[in-house]
């Protein structure tokens, strides 16, 4: 069975490519790290609950995308240009100039709301793709004790989606089997509170777990079964570094 990688690797590379994206600025470069974290995701994931998580980061970004363009669009400061529709306009104080809601909307707008849009989600997308690539167990067993509330926090964090895709599961699982139906708007409405509750009560039940198991309590960090750090893992932080220090 092949080895995975440390588990800082794909964090120093996501962390890379994010500032990388950022510093670009660049809609363009946005869709390439998109692309490129993608293809990494769906060549080393392993096939674990946190593996699955990137698909829902995925349908996360386009919803935010989705709902960034349309704010942007219909609420700002006009920019002039080309215009492609125009949306009825509502009339807003004296103390709030330059400011309107609807109006022509032009071309100029349009590319201005999907730049900084997508910008958005793919630092989103990047740092889901790190999140399922990465087991958060093996991450706890690498992070200092000296920071081990933090590192419970982290861990919380790193673990409600991959957790939450597995409840997704589950709970559609159970609705077929008592005939109920998984599709439309009723069924999501009918999802979300056991969702939330479950994939939530489980990443506490790690943290109580842990606190349980005295993490935290030894500053001395046990031996048994080190993560080492290999060349692979060398090569992947310094790609990402690479195209940081080429941005």
Same mark, same amino acid.
């Given at each position: 069975?092949?080895?995975?990688?440390?588990?800082?690797? &794909?964090?120093?590379?996501? !962390?890379?490519?994010?500032?990388?994206?950022?510093?670009?600025?660049?809609?363009?470069?946005?869709?390439?790290?998109?692309?490129?974290?993608?293809?990494?995701?769906?060549?080393?994931?392993?096939?674990?609950? &946190?593996?699955?998580?990137?698909?829902?980061? !995925?349908?996360?970004?386009?919803?935010?995308?989705? +709902? @960034?363009?349309?704010?942007?669009?219909?609420?700002?400061?006009?920019?002039?240009?080309?215009?492609?529709?125009?949306?009825?306009?509502?009339?807003?104080?004296? &103390?709030?100039?330059?400011?309107?809601?609807?109006?022509?909307?032009?071309?100029? @707008?349009?590319?201005?709301?999907?730049?900084?849009?997508?910008?958005?989600?793919?630092?989103?997308?990047?740092?889901?793709?790190?999140?399922?690539?990465?087991?958060?167990?093996? !991450?706890?067993? +690498?992070?200092?004790?000296?920071?081990?509330?933090?590192?419970?926090?982290?861990?919380?964090?790193?673990?409600?989606?991959?957790?939450?895709?597995?409840?997704?599961? @589950?709970?559609?699982?159970?609705?077929?089997?008592?005939?109920?139906?998984?599709?439309?708007?009723?069924?999501? @409405?009918?999802?979300?509170?056991?969702?939330?509750?479950?994939?939530?009560?489980?990443?506490?039940?790690?943290?109580?777990?842990?606190?349980?198991?005295?993490?935290?309590?030894?500053?001395?960090?046990?031996?048994?079964?080190?993560?080492?750090?290999?060349?692979?893992?060398?090569?992947?932080?310094?790609?990402?570094?690479?195209? !940081?220090?080429?941005?």
């Amino acid at each position: 069975m092949k080895k995975p990688p440390h588990p800082y690797t &794909w964090w120093i590379w996501s !962390l890379a490519i994010a500032i990388s994206v950022v510093r670009f600025n660049n809609p363009y470069c946005a869709i390439a790290a998109i692309a490129l974290v993608g293809f990494v995701v769906m060549s080393q994931r392993e096939d674990a609950p &946190w593996g699955k998580s990137f698909n829902w980061t !995925l349908k996360i970004a386009i919803w935010i995308l989705t +709902v @960034r363009t349309l704010i942007g669009v219909t609420i700002g400061v006009p920019i002039p240009g080309t215009t492609i529709f125009t949306l009825p306009r509502m009339p807003l104080p004296d &103390w709030m100039p330059g400011i309107r809601v609807g109006g022509a909307v032009t071309a100029e @707008r349009l590319a201005s709301a999907l730049s900084e849009g997508l910008i958005i989600c793919a630092i989103i997308v990047i740092f889901g793709a790190a999140s399922s690539l990465t087991s958060p167990h093996r !991450l706890l067993r +690498v992070l200092p004790v000296h920071i081990y509330e933090f590192a419970t926090a982290v861990v919380i964090a790193t673990s409600v989606l991959p957790q939450l895709v597995t409840s997704v599961a @589950r709970i559609r699982q159970a609705q077929r089997l008592r005939g109920q139906s998984t599709k439309g708007i009723s069924s999501y @409405r009918r999802l979300a509170i056991p969702l939330l509750e479950e994939s939530l009560a489980r990443s506490l039940d790690l943290a109580a777990a842990m606190d349980a198991r005295g993490y935290g309590v030894s500053r001395k960090r046990s031996r048994y079964r080190p993560i080492n750090w290999q060349l692979r893992d060398t090569a992947i932080a310094a790609s990402g570094l690479l195209i !940081l220090a080429l941005s």
